[in-house]
């Protein structure tokens, strides 16, 4: 009995030509990423459950793949942040600080899949971790990669928000609100969602006094240029340290931000909290203003400290994501993703004979020069050979004949113009390489 052929749902699996189109945006993420200095690193799918689970909870240990292998307890990465807080505990001895790193990877939660969300996705995250301390400047680093990376995509019509978890806690607090904090910010949070008529509902359900209500509703709405914003947010002369603390380092990453992206790429915004029990300082979110429906591209964030369950030592941290395989099935969804080749091929070497010894140096010597080279194997018509390179969109075959094999030459085809010339192997390599 034969086995139906099926993939699980929440997994992606793309025909070739989708695939090499994620991976062109894969190779301008990373391009992006080492560009401004960080560094590669890849971490292992499977983990020791408890030393994945260390600080896990809630919903996250709900949607962990977990198994066991003989003896061993063992569990799938559910994210690349606790991988990257094991490697440096683990690396502390071995690593630089601040280390900068890279990772592009998939990641496995067992939610319930649904259209643009997986259980096995790519993520492209960077990190910048310090010793013991961190210093606010590489908050600003953060919204020059994403920029950098956003334009890498080809997007130009984009905006990053920025804000700092300090200035919203420090607010509540003044509120005599601390308590509630938490709650208020999951509700803001998700004002461009649900709006403001359910976000002051959502508030009074909380058993928020209405005066209260109306401060976190004026403060959340204070709009205006980054210098304005700021401008508002001292005219409060508010007196929580941990606001002050906030305003100070919005300030001075608003300040730094300015010297390395156009400033109307960027802008602040207090309603962006994001990781409510993780981030607390900086935080970031990147929309498309023309496809505001995708949410959040890019987001990220400040945090005090990577790995507290594994070590004593202080290891703040600032970094930034991508999820990219969500990211790409919605850009598909709404066709912003053309399907530029179905090849990574150059040119097709065929013959037109059954003997390939030719056709196998000539693919040769186009490889060891740099041009991705098929070569044609089976034994078929010459039309079936034209029309495999069309298929895959092959954009030159070089054809040896009886007559090509004598002179030591190929005819090239250039098979959008159908123009066909007979060339020497270095003349056919001068037009491959154009």
Do not use: H, W
Not at 235 to 262: A, D
Not at 403 to 425: A, P, Y
């Amino acid at each position: 009995m034969k086995v139906e052929p099926r993939t699980l749902p929440g997994f992606m699996e793309l025909l070739p030509s989708k695939q090499i189109q994620f991976n062109v945006m894969v190779d301008k993420i990373r391009k992006s990423y080492e560009k401004f200095g960080f560094l590669p690193l890849d971490t292992p799918i499977i983990e020791m459950s408890d030393v994945l689970l260390a600080k896990a909870g809630g919903e996250t240990e709900k949607q962990i793949y977990r198994f066991n292998k003989g003896e061993n307890d063992l569990a799938l990465r559910f994210d690349l942040t606790v991988p990257l807080a094991k490697y440096v505990c683990e690396y502390y001895n071995d690593l630089t600080f601040p280390f900068k790193r890279y990772q592009i990877g998939k990641v496995y939660r067992g939610e319930r899949p649904q259209k643009g969300r997986y259980r096995e996705f790519y993520q492209c995250d960077i990190d910048i971790i310090g010793d013991e301390n961190l210093s606010i400047i590489n908050d600003a680093e953060m919204p020059a990669v994403i920029y950098s990376t956003i334009k890498e995509l080809g997007f130009d019509n984009f905006t990053i928000k920025i804000n700092n978890r300090k200035i919203l806690n420090g607010f509540f607090e003044e509120l005599l609100l601390k308590n509630e904090s938490i709650e208020i910010m999951r509700i803001i949070d998700k004002l461009d969602k649900i709006g403001e008529n359910k976000v002051i509902e959502c508030l009074e359900d909380l058993g928020i006094e209405s005066d209260k209500i109306s401060k976190i509703m004026s403060f959340i709405k204070i709009n205006g240029s980054v210098d304005e914003m700021l401008a508002e947010l001292e005219k409060l002369k508010i007196t929580n340290e941990l606001f002050n603390q906030g305003l100070s380092e919005l300030s001075e990453v608003i300040n730094y931000v300015k010297l390395v992206i156009p400033e109307s790429y960027f802008k602040i915004d207090l309603t962006i909290a994001r990781g409510l029990d993780y981030y607390t300082g900086t935080v970031y979110e990147t929309f498309l203003n023309d496809y505001r429906e995708l949410g959040s591209i890019c987001s990220g964030g400040r945090y005090d400290n990577l790995a507290d369950f594994y070590t004593d030592k202080k290891l703040p941290g600032v970094g930034i994501s991508i999820g990219l395989t969500r990211l790409f099935s919605k850009l598909s969804e709404m066709n912003l993703i053309q399907e530029e080749k179905k090849s990574i091929s150059k040119v097709l070497v065929v013959s037109m004979s059954e003997k390939l010894d030719t056709a196998l140096k000539v693919c040769s010597i186009f490889r060891d020069n740099n041009i991705n080279s098929d070569v044609y194997l089976e034994n078929k018509k010459i039309k079936a050979k034209f029309k495999y390179a069309d298929k895959l969109q092959i954009p030159y075959v070089a054809v040896i004949g009886e007559e090509e094999e004598k002179n030591e030459t190929v005819s090239l085809k250039n098979m959008e113009t159908g123009e066909q010339q007979e060339l020497t192997i270095e003349e056919a390599i001068k037009i491959l390489t154009e």
